[in-house]
């Protein structure tokens, strides 16, 4: 009886070893693939930071926060080989939004249903800078 039971433990033992053997390579398999998506040189890296930022670039843009955008592009220094590229990308972001530095609004449009002024009206008393005038009495 001892044999049936050392044979079985024998074949156990080797059906073990085996599913070992494959569970390794199947991890070894795994971590070659996802080294080979890491990237490894320098170069690589700079390119896959360029793109994360490029692509921010492209979300604000597309929801309509120009500005933004434009601050995010990264300067002409941190990536010289894509001096061209960036500056064509800051030159369309600045065309979309308004060229006025002060942030002014745009000139209100004429209003073509005026009242007629009545006698006590109340602009009556103010100046033209829109500050009541002290000399309202005189």
Do not use: C, H
């Not at 074949?11 to 080979?36: L, V």
């Not at 170069?43 to 434009?70: F, N, Q, S, T």
């Not at 209100?108 to 100046?127: L, W």
């Amino acid at each position: 009886m001892r044999s049936v039971y050392a044979e079985a433990y024998l074949k156990g033992q080797e059906a073990a070893k085996k599913n070992a053997a494959m569970e390794k390579k199947k991890t070894e398999k795994a971590d070659k693939a996802e080294k080979s998506d890491k990237p490894t040189t320098p170069e690589e890296i700079k390119e896959m930071k360029y793109k994360g930022i490029m692509a921010e670039v492209e979300k604000l843009e597309a929801a309509g926060k120009y500005r933004e955008a434009w601050l995010k592009v990264p300067k002409t220094s941190e990536f010289p080989d894509k001096t061209e590229e960036m500056q064509k990308r800051r030159s369309s972001l600045s065309a979309k939004f308004s060229p006025d530095l002060f942030g002014a609004e745009e000139p209100a449009t004429a209003v073509t249903n005026v009242e007629p002024k009545t006698e006590e009206d109340a602009t009556d008393f103010i100046d033209a800078k829109g500050f009541p005038n002290e000399r309202q009495g005189e």
